[in-house]
Structures are given as structure tokens and as C-alpha cells.
């Protein structure tokens, strides 16, 4: 009788030593796969606002095309300029350079340089910034457009997030609502996101 309660009593320890560790463990696991998530989703958040301000600095307006920021990447380039020659001694303080120019003494040459060579690099695959790391075929949202200040001003906006409960799909359900109320409390948003759609920002990401 004792021993058949020992035995009772060990399965019972054992069994509750292995929910205590579970416990224990379960958010240490779920804050070490967030953090990895997270920093993917930030890198890829970072390359699609590097290549909107570029779009933007072409084009003056944001896209919020995800197919038009790709192919402006992939195939669009940009102009550089170079002035070959320059005004001499005695004519300095004289004539301007677009007089020069018009002599023939300064000569510019355009030249094109690939978007994708100024942005990331030849290698860099642009293919994939639309989805979201870890999330299969997921994308970003991605939305543009143009909202009016207070002192009537119109500024082109863009704005690329991610919400928590993609980001974080299969994880814990509970710690992943936790989270989102610890995320609302402090930067007002269940998720990654850079730049907003509402109001004129300098495009931010809300993780800085």
C-alpha cells in the first residue's frame, strides 16, 4: 500500500515538475522566437522604406504597389550628372557656369546607374520584400497617398506594417494578446509598422 502511494505521489511530482518547467519555459520560448521574427520583419520594413524614399525622390509621391516599387527597383534607374572642365582663372567671378556651358568650356554628361545598384546591390534578392519573414507567402501591407496639414500643406505618405498576430503565427495565443496590449500601450499599434498613412512623420519605424 505505501509503495503503490510512493509511486502515486512520484507521477504526481513528476507531472507537476514537468507543468512547472513548461510554465517557466513557455514564455522564454515565445520571447526568443518574437525577438528573431521581429528583427527579420525590422530589416525587411527598413529595405522597403529605403526603396519608397527613392521612388519618392524620382517620382515626388510614395507607391503603395508593391508590383511598382519592385519593378521600379528592378528596372528604373538614376540619372548622375557630371560636369567635365571647369572655368578658368580668368574668367572666374565672370561668367556663370551655365554661361560656361553655353561656351562650351564646362561640358556635363548624364549618365544612368541602376536603382537597384544604388539602393542594395546587384545580388539582393527585391523579389522578396513584399512578405514577411516566417509567414510562408504572407505579405506587408503596404498603402500610399497624400494627406493635407494644418497649415494646408499636402505631403505624399506612405506607410508598410505587419500585425502581431501574422508575424507571430503559431505562438503562444495568450502571450501573443499580451503582447499586443503591451505594444498599444507603449507605441499604440499591435505590431511593426514604418510610416503612417494619418500623419506627416519622417518615416520611422515604430521599433526606433
Avoid at 96 to 125: C, M, Q
Avoid at 150 to 167: D, G, I, R, T, Y
Wanted: include cysteine; proline fraction near 3%.
Amino acid at each position: 500500500m505505501r509503495t503503490a502511494i510512493r509511486v502515486i505521489l512520484f507521477i504526481v511530482i513528476v507531472v507537476l515538475s514537468y507543468y512547472l518547467y513548461q510554465s517557466i519555459m513557455e514564455p522564454i520560448r515565445f520571447n526568443r522566437e518574437k525577438d528573431k521574427r521581429e528583427k527579420a520583419a525590422i530589416e525587411r520594413l527598413k529595405d522597403i522604406r529605403k526603396a519608397e524614399v527613392a521612388y519618392k525622390t524620382k517620382y515626388g509621391k510614395y507607391t503603395g504597389s508593391f508590383d511598382t516599387l519592385i519593378h521600379f527597383v528592378k528596372y528604373d534607374s538614376f540619372p548622375i550628372i557630371k560636369a567635365i572642365g571647369s572655368i578658368p582663372d580668368s574668367l572666374y567671378g565672370v561668367i556663370t557656369d551655365e554661361e560656361a556651358i553655353k561656351r562650351g568650356i564646362i561640358v556635363r554628361d548624364t549618365s544612368y546607374i541602376p536603382v537597384i545598384d544604388t539602393l542594395f546591390g546587384k545580388n539582393f534578392h527585391i523579389d522578396s520584400i513584399r512578405y514577411i519573414p516566417y509567414c510562408d507567402t504572407a505579405q506587408f501591407f503596404l498603402g500610399a497617398g497624400v494627406i493635407e496639414t494644418a497649415s494646408k500643406v499636402k505631403v505624399p505618405v506612405f506607410e508598410a506594417h505587419v500585425l502581431n498576430e501574422v508575424l507571430l503565427h503559431g505562438l503562444n495565443k495568450q502571450l501573443i494578446i499580451n503582447y499586443n496590449a503591451e505594444r498599444e500601450k507603449i507605441v499604440g499599434f499591435p505590431g511593426l509598422k514604418v510610416g503612417s498613412l494619418e500623419q506627416a512623420t519622417n518615416n520611422a519605424g515604430n521599433w526606433e
